[in-house]
């Protein structure tokens, strides 16, 4: 039987500890909260623009498409990493390349 996993293309969840940890490393925090696909594509991808490689970049949203749509959308240019909290609170993480 197939898992979650086989099926979805979702970046690698952090730990509580790891989220908290690399947040107080961000370059730029952007509040997505509220918003919805694709200004949150749109808006990772201009952050990215400003950024050095290796520099960090967090998307705060509450709308979980972000968590697999800004990866997908900012493609090879970062890699992503996400963090789902208990109350509907996701980070993702975007270190540019």
Do not use: F
């Not at 509580?16 to 509220?34: C, H, I, K, P």
């Not at 997908?72 to 909290?85: E, F, Q």
């Amino acid at each position: 039987m197939p898992s979650i996993d086989d099926v979805t293309d979702a970046p690698e969840e952090l730990s509580d500890e790891e989220a908290d940890s690399l947040l107080s490393e961000a370059d730029e925090v952007q509040d997505m909260m509220g918003e919805v696909c694709p200004y949150p594509q749109v808006e990772a991808q201009k952050g990215l623009q400003s950024l050095d490689a290796g520099e960090l970049l967090v998307q705060e949203t509450d709308h979980v498409p972000c968590t697999e749509n800004v990866p997908r959308a900012v493609g090879d240019d970062a890699t992503a990493r996400v963090w789902r909290s208990d109350d509907g609170t996701y980070r993702i993480y975007l270190r540019k390349q």
